[in-house]
């Protein structure tokens, strides 16, 4: 009882949030990245609002993905957890929308409506949202919030994986890679992913596949980068 008391307060919940943003920070600047495709910014230029996703577990470095004048917001779980991981993302720059996806077509349960309206209204400001595409405890899936809210916005879906060469993988649900410095890292966006408005549920289970596809093809590439089994790019 007094160790939930305790991650509960807001003060520890904030020391938590900050500490881990400097970590990441930290391990950002210590790590020789590398960019594929080289010139992926200027294609986000033309797509800006956009929405980028993430598998769950991959995504730590991701307010890193920004350039300084990109605005973001990200979808973080209104779940204890998720409050230390919003305290990260806002010290980092990047704004926060609060709700979780769910396994079905259905975007009510969790805040998920509430979530799903914000990053509607984000998107039309004309800043980008992040999220990760798979819900929770079913990893490496494409869950469907995110080519609805592609298909809802009219925005397109850039699927990004970005991996270190020292890493700690843990053995939970989402397989969480805790990136080390002092390293080689690689941010490897993968095939963009369109969606139209006035498609059905076959065509956007079509899209959805199109997201994981994309989505395990960058996270493998990505890896190969970074453990230097891949060929550079070049540019």
């Not at 080289?38 to 294609?43: S, V």
């Not at 204890?80 to 975007?107: K, Q």
């Not at 990760?132 to 809210?149: I, N």
Request: proline letters at 4%; a positive charge; charged letters at 25%.
């Amino acid at each position: 009882m007094a160790l939930k008391k305790l991650t509960e307060a807001r003060w520890f919940q904030k020391t938590v949030g900050v500490l881990g943003a400097e970590y990441l920070r930290l391990v950002w600047n210590t790590n020789r990245i590398v960019i594929d495709p080289p010139d992926i910014y200027d294609e986000v230029e033309r797509e800006i609002p956009m929405i980028m996703t993430m598998w769950h577990g991959q995504h730590f470095l991701a307010p890193f993905a920004r350039k300084p004048h990109h605005r973001s917001k990200v979808m973080i779980s209104r779940h204890r957890d998720g409050e230390v991981n919003a305290i990260a993302a806002e010290w980092l720059g990047t704004g926060t929308i609060r709700g979780s996806g769910t396994h079905g077509n259905d975007f009510t349960r969790k805040g998920g409506g509430a979530a799903f309206a914000s990053m509607l209204a984000t998107l039309r400001e004309g800043t980008n949202v992040a999220m990760t595409a798979d819900v929770p405890k079913v990893s490496r899936v494409c869950g469907w919030g995110v080519v609805k809210l592609a298909s809802m916005s009219g925005r397109t879906i850039f699927p990004v994986a970005i991996a270190t060469s020292r890493r700690k993988v843990l053995n939970n649900w989402d397989r969480t890679a805790i990136s080390l410095p002092f390293g080689r890292g690689a941010l490897v966006v993968g095939t963009r992913v369109r969606v139209a408005s006035d498609i059905d549920d076959a065509a956007l289970e079509t899209a959805r596949r199109a997201v994981e596809d994309s989505l395990n093809a960058a996270t493998a590439r990505a890896y190969a980068l970074a453990d230097g089994d891949g060929e550079l790019p070049r540019g």
